[in-house]
């Protein structure tokens, strides 16, 4: 059984930093794509960035590009979110998922990912 886990959410002025963990288990794909994902109140969820197990690839979304970085310790199971220069509307819940397929055309879709973790909240003020 898969399970995700994130930590590392919390409250942070304009222009902080915090960082996301996901910690992943029960995996029986030998390649996986991870994805970070948000959701603030009375919006749909979107993806934040993605990358392939297999190979590293990583991906953005434009409103993060710059600002957000996904990373993997493949050793330990465990996917990053650093994000720094954080805005008001980065406030969301921050959601980890992961899916059997590579991430390439499609990884910003919630619908194409089968498992997920409970979310962290992450709270920016101005």
């Known amino acids: 059984q898969v399970q995700l886990v994130e930590s590392g959410g919390g409250s942070v002025q304009a222009g902080g930093s915090l960082r996301l963990s996901c910690a992943a288990s029960?995996?029986?794909?030998?390649?996986?794509?991870m994805g970070w994902f948000r959701q603030a109140p009375g919006k749909e969820r979107e993806g934040v960035a993605a990358?392939?197990?297999?190979?590293?690839?990583?991906y953005y979304a434009d409103s993060v590009k710059g600002r957000f970085t996904i990373s993997q310790d493949n050793a330990k199971n465990t996917l990053f979110l650093q994000m720094n220069s954080l805005k008001p509307e980065d406030t969301a819940m921050y959601y980890c998922?992961?899916?059997?397929?590579?991430?390439?055309?499609?990884?910003?879709?919630?619908?194409?990912?089968?498992?997920w973790g409970q979310g962290t909240q992450v709270t920016v003020s101005s």
């Open positions: 990358i392939y197990s297999g190979g590293g690839s990583t």
């Open positions: 029960g995996y029986t794909y030998a390649r996986v794509c």
């Open positions: 998922a992961a899916r059997g397929l590579g991430c390439s055309g499609s990884w910003s879709y919630p619908a194409l990912f089968g498992y």
